[in-house]
């Protein structure tokens, strides 16, 4: 590499970093994100929907940085460019600067990890933690039987991250398994070790589960196998493209499957440092296929699969950075530059739920109105605000921070988090107040009280249009589930 690439790496690599500390400062979090922040005042070994990494990162960095939009979030922003720094010290050190730079531009310019950086959610720390189990195991497996021991806490946090670390990590295992030439590691007990370090590092979430009727397993069980259909998988899979740029994309499901149909069929062995990595990527890109093919997948899901695709990437590089190369970071840095400026001044014409971007906006009424209105209605103030979706509460938890913790029924709908914190016999008898989107309140929730009755309308505004209404009532007498 000369001189004038290097410079452009460094100005793109710090640019980037500037854009988001300046995104998260200045826009509103999203429901999700609010959710987590729930997780983090309640903190325990496990969660119905995820393990608690994210909860623990949210709670150290808004301890740093506050309760804000900018303390819940830097955490991401921390993990992904540190990533970006790790993968290129990787690259340069094991391989040459060329892979280096490839390697930290395909995580830090892609669309796919940069939402993973401005967007709190256990996918930042899954990447993070993903990226540097593979990374260590490649050490262990090629250089250092020492790299185990870290492997295997890599690969422990980023399980209790979010539980599909798994697949990377059955390539991981099934690599010495399939190839005889390393085999030979079943001998050292570094190798085993770096299962159970793995394992104790998980077993809190295991003991949660264990201490609740498994209801993470119950709840993914019921929520990866919601119907799909072709069209879902054609939608599931181009938007995967779309977000993460025609090469690299192609790359990731090309080359895994190349190297080790190469390997299988050729008379000579492929590189075992390729197969390795072809291992890591292929058995998570052949399970999200399969599965998706029947399953409705959000678009965030398969993201394993990429992890040792994008490795791959950067290391089959060579010794410069070809024009393919280069058009797919100029591509996805355009992606990132339109998404960016969209937020602040919409110039794609999209109206809804087309416009993604309306998410930083959808709830500014419960931050603006919805909090005057409490404030100036004092005789509310000792209420406790109900919904039936985790969205609204979280929100209003992180924004409002009520004395009384508002939280969600789940009447008709799937347990969240805060059916653990406030069971349905805990709410019995009581009234409150109850915030729902839309100016009517929902005719199947009107059997469960005694008396409801409006008290206001909001509305959120963006650029002069509403792009969201939300109602508050007063109910009596909460009856319970029926």
Not at 75 to 98: A, N, P
Not at 433 to 438: D, E, P, W
Not at 449 to 466: C, D, H, P, V
């Amino acid at each position: 590499m000369n001189k004038s690439q290097q410079t452009i790496f460094k100005i793109i690599f710090f640019s980037l970093l500037l854009l988001r500390l300046g995104f998260i400062a200045t826009t509103s979090v999203i429901d999700d994100e609010a959710y987590y922040y729930v997780y983090s005042n309640h903190l325990a070994g496990g969660y119905i929907d995820h393990g608690p990494v994210v909860a623990f990162l949210i709670k150290i960095f808004t301890a740093v940085f506050g309760e804000t939009g900018f303390g819940i979030r830097s955490g991401s922003v921390f993990l992904l460019m540190f990533l970006g720094f790790i993968l290129y010290k990787f690259g340069e050190k094991y391989f040459s600067q060329v892979t280096g730079v490839v390697l930290s531009l395909s995580v830090i310019t892609n669309v796919l990890f940069h939402t993973n950086s401005v967007v709190m959610t256990p996918d930042a720390p899954l990447a993070f933690f993903s990226f540097l189990f593979i990374i260590s195991y490649y050490l262990g497996f090629f250089h250092n039987k020492g790299f185990f021991i870290p492997a295997g806490i890599f690969l422990g946090l980023s399980l209790l991250s979010k539980i599909s670390a798994l697949f990377p990590a059955l390539g991981v295992f099934l690599f010495p398994l399939l190839i005889k030439s390393h085999q030979k590691v079943f001998k050292e007990k570094y190798y085993y070790l770096s299962f159970v370090i793995a394992f104790i590092i998980l077993s809190p979430f295991i003991i949660w589960n264990f201490q609740n009727d498994w209801a993470f397993v119950r709840y993914q069980g019921t929520h990866i196998m919601e119907a799909g259909s072709i069209k879902t998988f054609s939608e599931l899979w181009a938007g995967v493209g779309i977000l993460l740029g025609p090469f690299l994309f192609i790359a990731c499901i090309i080359l895994p499957l190349k190297i080790l149909l190469k390997n299988y069929f050729s008379a000579k062995d492929e590189n075992p440092v390729l197969v390795y990595f072809a291992f890591t990527s292929a058995v998570p890109l052949l399970y999200f296929l399969i599965h998706s093919s029947f399953s409705q997948f959000e678009l965030n899901w398969p993201a394993p699969t990429f992890y040792g695709g994008i490795l791959l990437f950067g290391i089959t590089a060579g010794n410069d950075i070809s024009n393919r190369k280069i058009f797919q970071f100029i591509y996805s840095l355009i992606l990132v530059v339109i998404i960016t400026v969209q937020v602040y001044f919409p110039i794609l014409p999209l109206q809804g739920k087309t416009d993604i971007t309306n998410r930083y906006f959808i709830y500014s009424s419960l931050q603006e109105k919805l909090g005057f209105f409490l404030g100036q209605e004092v005789q509310f103030k000792n209420y406790r605000i109900l919904a039936n979706n985790y969205q609204l509460p979280s929100m209003i938890n992180l924004y409002l921070k009520p004395e009384l913790e508002a939280t969600c029924l789940s009447i008709g709908y799937h347990k969240t988090l805060y059916s653990f914190l406030y069971p349905d016999e805990q709410l019995k008898g009581g009234d409150y107040l109850y915030i729902t989107k839309g100016k009517t309140f929902p005719c199947h929730l009107k059997i469960y009280f005694e008396e409801i009755s409006l008290l206001k309308n909001f509305e959120s505004i963006r650029n002069e249009e509403s792009i969201a209404e939300f109602s508050l009532w007063y109910v009596k007498n909460y009856h319970g589930k029926k």
